[in-house]
Protein backbone atom coordinates (compact mmCIF):
# COMPACT_ATOMS: atom_id res chain seq x y z
CA UNK A 1 0.00 0.00 0.00
CA UNK A 2 2.38 2.37 1.13
CA UNK A 3 4.53 1.96 -2.10
CA UNK A 4 0.98 2.51 -4.09
CA UNK A 5 1.02 5.80 -2.37
CA UNK A 6 4.25 6.99 -2.74
CA UNK A 7 4.24 6.25 -6.40
CA UNK A 8 1.05 8.34 -7.19
CA UNK A 9 2.72 11.28 -5.99
CA UNK A 10 0.05 12.20 -3.98
CA UNK A 11 0.69 15.68 -1.53
CA UNK A 12 -0.93 13.65 1.10
CA UNK A 13 2.03 10.76 1.40
CA UNK A 14 3.67 14.16 3.27
CA UNK A 15 1.33 13.67 5.64
CA UNK A 16 0.51 10.31 6.16
CA UNK A 17 4.89 9.07 6.48
CA UNK A 18 5.46 11.23 9.77
CA UNK A 19 2.44 8.98 11.05
CA UNK A 20 2.79 6.12 13.83
CA UNK A 21 2.77 3.14 12.24
CA UNK A 22 -0.97 1.77 13.30
CA UNK A 23 -2.33 5.50 12.04
CA UNK A 24 0.00 5.33 8.84
CA UNK A 25 -0.86 1.84 7.61
CA UNK A 26 -4.87 2.82 8.09
CA UNK A 27 -4.57 5.81 5.88
CA UNK A 28 -2.67 3.99 3.27
CA UNK A 29 -5.23 1.72 3.11
CA UNK A 30 -8.23 4.42 2.93
CA UNK A 31 -5.96 5.75 0.21
CA UNK A 32 -5.83 2.39 -1.73
CA UNK A 33 -9.86 2.47 -1.64
CA UNK A 34 -9.96 6.16 -2.96
CA UNK A 35 -7.65 5.32 -5.88
CA UNK A 36 -9.56 2.32 -6.86
CA UNK A 37 -13.14 3.31 -6.87
CA UNK A 38 -12.00 6.68 -8.39
CA UNK A 39 -10.20 4.62 -11.14
CA UNK A 40 -13.32 3.23 -12.02
CA UNK A 41 -14.92 6.32 -12.73
CA UNK A 42 -12.24 7.94 -14.73
CA UNK A 43 -11.31 4.40 -16.89
CA UNK A 44 -12.23 4.62 -20.73
CA UNK A 45 -15.00 1.88 -19.97
CA UNK A 46 -19.35 2.26 -20.82
CA UNK A 47 -21.14 4.28 -18.03
CA UNK A 48 -23.03 0.50 -17.16
CA UNK A 49 -19.51 -0.81 -16.79
CA UNK A 50 -18.61 1.67 -14.22
CA UNK A 51 -21.71 1.79 -12.68
CA UNK A 52 -21.69 -2.00 -12.09
CA UNK A 53 -17.81 -1.69 -10.63
CA UNK A 54 -18.52 1.12 -8.36
CA UNK A 55 -21.84 -1.13 -7.57
CA UNK A 56 -19.86 -4.02 -6.80
CA UNK A 57 -17.52 -1.93 -4.20
CA UNK A 58 -20.74 -0.62 -2.40
CA UNK A 59 -21.88 -4.46 -2.02
CA UNK A 60 -17.88 -4.73 -0.76
CA UNK A 61 -18.36 -1.95 2.13
CA UNK A 62 -21.09 -4.18 3.10
CA UNK A 63 -19.35 -7.05 3.30
CA UNK A 64 -16.18 -5.11 5.21
CA UNK A 65 -18.92 -4.25 8.26
CA UNK A 66 -20.11 -7.68 8.14
CA UNK A 67 -17.05 -9.14 8.60
CA UNK A 68 -16.15 -10.96 5.52
CA UNK A 69 -14.36 -8.39 2.91
CA UNK A 70 -13.18 -10.68 -0.47
CA UNK A 71 -11.28 -7.59 -1.97
CA UNK A 72 -7.55 -7.01 -1.14
CA UNK A 73 -8.28 -3.18 -0.13
CA UNK A 74 -11.38 -3.93 1.68
CA UNK A 75 -9.36 -6.56 4.03
CA UNK A 76 -6.98 -4.23 4.67
CA UNK A 77 -9.36 -1.55 5.89
CA UNK A 78 -10.40 -4.16 8.43
CA UNK A 79 -8.16 -3.72 11.26
CA UNK A 80 -8.46 0.57 10.61
CA UNK A 81 -12.43 -0.03 10.27
CA UNK A 82 -12.26 -1.33 13.82
CA UNK A 83 -9.16 0.71 15.46
CA UNK A 84 -10.53 3.80 14.53
CA UNK A 85 -14.18 3.78 14.59
CA UNK A 86 -14.00 4.13 10.60
CA UNK A 87 -17.90 5.07 9.86
CA UNK A 88 -19.74 3.03 6.68
CA UNK A 89 -21.10 6.25 5.32
CA UNK A 90 -18.09 8.01 4.73
CA UNK A 91 -16.40 5.39 2.13
CA UNK A 92 -19.77 4.98 0.49
CA UNK A 93 -20.33 8.84 0.47
CA UNK A 94 -16.87 8.89 -1.54
CA UNK A 95 -18.49 6.04 -4.32
CA UNK A 96 -21.66 8.26 -4.66
CA UNK A 97 -18.75 10.90 -5.56
CA UNK A 98 -16.87 8.58 -7.62
CA UNK A 99 -20.47 7.95 -9.71
CA UNK A 100 -21.10 11.46 -10.39
CA UNK A 101 -18.03 11.12 -12.65
CA UNK A 102 -19.19 7.50 -13.92
CA UNK A 103 -22.50 9.37 -14.87
CA UNK A 104 -20.68 11.03 -17.70
CA UNK A 105 -18.24 14.12 -18.11
CA UNK A 106 -19.00 16.90 -15.05
CA UNK A 107 -19.43 19.94 -16.95
CA UNK A 108 -20.55 23.40 -14.97
CA UNK A 109 -22.37 22.07 -12.22
CA UNK A 110 -24.26 24.50 -10.19
CA UNK A 111 -22.86 25.52 -7.17
CA UNK A 112 -24.65 23.60 -4.59
CA UNK A 113 -23.86 20.38 -7.26
CA UNK A 114 -19.79 21.74 -7.22
CA UNK A 115 -20.02 21.55 -3.41
CA UNK A 116 -21.32 18.26 -2.66
CA UNK A 117 -19.10 16.41 -5.17
CA UNK A 118 -15.96 18.51 -3.11
CA UNK A 119 -17.95 17.07 -0.06
CA UNK A 120 -17.97 13.46 -1.47
CA UNK A 121 -14.83 12.86 -2.58
CA UNK A 122 -12.95 14.99 -0.55
CA UNK A 123 -15.08 15.71 2.89
CA UNK A 124 -16.05 12.37 3.05
CA UNK A 125 -12.21 10.90 3.05
CA UNK A 126 -11.18 13.93 5.62
CA UNK A 127 -14.21 12.71 7.74
CA UNK A 128 -12.61 9.22 7.42
CA UNK A 129 -9.31 10.92 8.59
CA UNK A 130 -10.05 12.52 10.96
CA UNK A 131 -11.36 9.17 13.11
CA UNK A 132 -7.28 7.88 12.69
CA UNK A 133 -5.92 11.35 13.74
CA UNK A 134 -8.01 11.07 16.60
CA UNK A 135 -10.19 14.05 16.32
CA UNK A 136 -13.78 12.54 15.41
CA UNK A 137 -16.42 14.52 16.08
CA UNK A 138 -18.39 18.24 15.01
CA UNK A 139 -15.16 20.07 15.36
CA UNK A 140 -12.89 17.39 13.23
CA UNK A 141 -16.01 16.62 10.74
CA UNK A 142 -16.28 20.45 10.27
CA UNK A 143 -12.22 20.69 9.58
CA UNK A 144 -12.89 18.07 7.34
CA UNK A 145 -15.91 19.20 5.14
CA UNK A 146 -13.65 22.86 4.87
CA UNK A 147 -10.58 21.28 4.03
CA UNK A 148 -11.81 18.66 1.74
CA UNK A 149 -13.43 21.45 -0.08
CA UNK A 150 -10.65 23.45 -0.08
CA UNK A 151 -8.59 21.18 -1.30
CA UNK A 152 -10.90 19.92 -3.98
CA UNK A 153 -11.41 23.01 -5.43
CA UNK A 154 -7.66 23.79 -5.73
CA UNK A 155 -7.23 20.55 -7.61
CA UNK A 156 -9.83 21.34 -10.07
CA UNK A 157 -8.11 24.94 -10.56
CA UNK A 158 -5.15 23.38 -11.12
CA UNK A 159 -6.65 20.80 -13.34
CA UNK A 160 -8.81 23.00 -15.90
CA UNK A 161 -7.16 22.45 -19.12
CA UNK A 162 -6.67 18.23 -18.36
CA UNK A 163 -10.37 18.18 -17.49
CA UNK A 164 -11.76 20.12 -20.70
CA UNK A 165 -9.47 17.67 -22.83
CA UNK A 166 -11.38 14.85 -21.42
CA UNK A 167 -14.74 16.99 -21.92
CA UNK A 168 -15.46 18.05 -18.60
CA UNK A 169 -15.75 21.72 -16.60
CA UNK A 170 -15.75 21.64 -12.98
CA UNK A 171 -16.81 25.08 -12.46
CA UNK A 172 -19.23 26.71 -11.63
CA UNK A 173 -22.29 27.46 -13.78
CA UNK A 174 -23.39 30.91 -12.12
CA UNK A 175 -20.01 32.08 -12.35
CA UNK A 176 -19.68 31.10 -15.89
CA UNK A 177 -23.18 32.64 -16.85
CA UNK A 178 -21.92 35.94 -14.61
CA UNK A 179 -18.94 36.25 -16.94
CA UNK A 180 -20.16 35.09 -20.45
CA UNK A 181 -17.83 32.37 -20.62
CA UNK A 182 -19.29 28.80 -22.26
CA UNK A 183 -20.27 26.21 -20.42
CA UNK A 184 -18.21 24.18 -22.75
CA UNK A 185 -14.89 22.88 -22.16
CA UNK A 186 -13.01 23.62 -25.30
CA UNK A 187 -14.77 27.00 -25.46
CA UNK A 188 -14.62 28.11 -21.32
CA UNK A 189 -10.64 27.21 -21.66
CA UNK A 190 -10.08 29.91 -24.25
CA UNK A 191 -12.34 32.59 -23.58
CA UNK A 192 -10.54 35.69 -22.14
CA UNK A 193 -13.24 35.98 -18.63
CA UNK A 194 -12.35 32.15 -17.68
CA UNK A 195 -9.40 33.53 -15.99
CA UNK A 196 -11.88 36.27 -13.79
CA UNK A 197 -14.39 32.41 -13.27
CA UNK A 198 -11.23 31.14 -11.87
CA UNK A 199 -10.46 33.74 -9.27
CA UNK A 200 -13.60 34.17 -8.17
CA UNK A 201 -13.38 30.15 -7.10
CA UNK A 202 -10.33 30.29 -6.18
CA UNK A 203 -11.72 33.04 -3.29
CA UNK A 204 -14.21 30.48 -2.20
CA UNK A 205 -11.33 28.16 -1.53
CA UNK A 206 -9.82 30.77 0.57
CA UNK A 207 -12.61 30.89 2.68
CA UNK A 208 -12.87 27.37 3.15
CA UNK A 209 -9.07 27.81 3.87
CA UNK A 210 -9.57 29.99 6.84
CA UNK A 211 -12.78 27.90 8.05
CA UNK A 212 -10.07 24.89 7.97
CA UNK A 213 -7.65 26.62 9.65
CA UNK A 214 -9.86 28.11 12.46
CA UNK A 215 -11.18 24.29 13.24
CA UNK A 216 -7.22 23.37 13.76
CA UNK A 217 -7.25 25.94 16.39
CA UNK A 218 -9.29 24.30 18.55
CA UNK A 219 -8.45 20.75 17.78
CA UNK A 220 -5.39 18.74 19.16
CA UNK A 221 -2.17 19.94 18.26
CA UNK A 222 -0.07 17.01 17.88
CA UNK A 223 -2.50 14.95 16.51
CA UNK A 224 -3.65 17.11 13.69
CA UNK A 225 -0.10 17.73 12.71
CA UNK A 226 -0.90 15.58 9.39
CA UNK A 227 -3.76 17.68 8.56
CA UNK A 228 -1.78 21.24 9.47
CA UNK A 229 0.27 19.44 6.58
CA UNK A 230 -2.33 19.21 3.93
CA UNK A 231 -3.48 22.27 4.66
CA UNK A 232 -0.18 24.10 4.37
CA UNK A 233 0.78 21.97 0.71
CA UNK A 234 -2.56 23.07 -1.22
CA UNK A 235 -3.31 26.40 0.47
CA UNK A 236 0.44 27.27 -0.88
CA UNK A 237 -0.62 25.48 -4.34
CA UNK A 238 -3.66 27.86 -4.47
CA UNK A 239 -1.26 30.60 -3.90
CA UNK A 240 0.48 29.91 -6.44
CA UNK A 241 -2.22 29.14 -8.78
CA UNK A 242 -3.36 32.81 -7.92
CA UNK A 243 -0.23 34.67 -8.31
CA UNK A 244 -0.16 33.43 -12.17
CA UNK A 245 -3.35 34.61 -12.56
CA UNK A 246 -5.18 31.80 -14.24
CA UNK A 247 -4.02 32.80 -17.43
CA UNK A 248 -1.77 30.19 -18.82
CA UNK A 249 -3.20 26.71 -18.08
CA UNK A 250 -0.77 25.10 -19.04
CA UNK A 251 1.76 23.21 -18.19
CA UNK A 252 -0.07 22.29 -15.16
CA UNK A 253 1.02 24.19 -11.63
CA UNK A 254 2.72 22.10 -9.31
CA UNK A 255 5.35 22.46 -5.97
CA UNK A 256 8.30 20.36 -6.10
CA UNK A 257 9.64 17.81 -3.23
CA UNK A 258 11.37 20.57 -2.06
CA UNK A 259 8.77 22.78 -1.32
CA UNK A 260 6.52 19.98 0.00
CA UNK A 261 9.37 18.70 1.82
CA UNK A 262 9.65 22.35 3.28
CA UNK A 263 5.99 23.26 4.13
CA UNK A 264 5.64 19.85 5.54
CA UNK A 265 8.93 20.23 7.66
CA UNK A 266 7.87 23.84 8.60
CA UNK A 267 3.91 22.22 10.16
CA UNK A 268 5.95 19.52 12.03
CA UNK A 269 8.51 22.23 13.98
CA UNK A 270 5.52 24.81 14.74
Given at each position: ??????????????????????K??A???I?????????????????E??????????????R?????????????L??????F???R????A??????????????????????????????A???????????????????A????????????????A???????????R????QH??????????A????PQ?????A?????R?A???E???????????????????????????????F???E????????????????????
Open positions: MAERVERSGTSFYWSMRLLPRAREMFAYAFCRAVDDIADEPAPISKRAGLAEWRAEIELYEGRPSHAVARAVEPVARALREDFLVIDGCEMDANGPVVAPDWPTLRLYCARVAGVGHLSVHVFGAPGPEGYRLTSLGEAVQLTNLLRDVEDARDGRLYLPELLQGVPASPAAAVHPALVCLEVRAAELFEAGALKRLPHRPMTPARIIEGIYHRLLAKLVALGHKLPKVRLSKGEKLRLALAKVLW
